[in-house]
């Protein structure tokens, strides 16, 4: 139904910067928030920025002022864009499109499959 395909993760030293995309694809009718969770294995999935619609964004403060969530409206494209990496933004980053597609008139959650960002210090 909807597909998130996103790509920019790897390996980088700290202080490095990377740049994560997500591409929807699909019968998406309406985009009400799109962005990333990460989660290092033990602990919860925390979010780590979000874009809603009207362009309010949204920010995990231990990423404030590194990381810039941008998104392509035409293209159902957002971007994470992370600067200044740490060696604790080391994690599985998944991308997230929270709205509607196909004939349902009900929001849902779609999760794209998770990049890897591992930050050597």
């Not at 294995?41 to 941008?70: C, W």
């Amino acid at each position: 139904q909807v597909q998130l395909v996103e790509s920019g993760g790897g390996l980088v030293q700290a202080g490095g910067s990377l740049r994560l995309s997500c591409a929807a694809s699909g019968d998406i009718r309406v985009v009400l928030t799109m962005g990333w969770h990460r989660q290092v294995p033990g602990k919860q999935r925390e979010l780590v920025a979000e874009r809603i619609i009207g362009g309010g964004t949204n920010y995990a403060d231990s990423v404030k002022g590194r990381f810039t969530i941008s998104r392509d409206n035409a293209k159902n494209t957002a971007y994470l864009q992370m600067n200044d990496l740490k060696s604790e933004d080391t994690a599985l980053y998944y991308c997230f499109l929270y709205g509607r597609a196909g004939e349902t008139h009900t929001t849902q959650t779609f999760w794209g499959q998770g990049t890897q960002v591992t930050v050597s210090s």
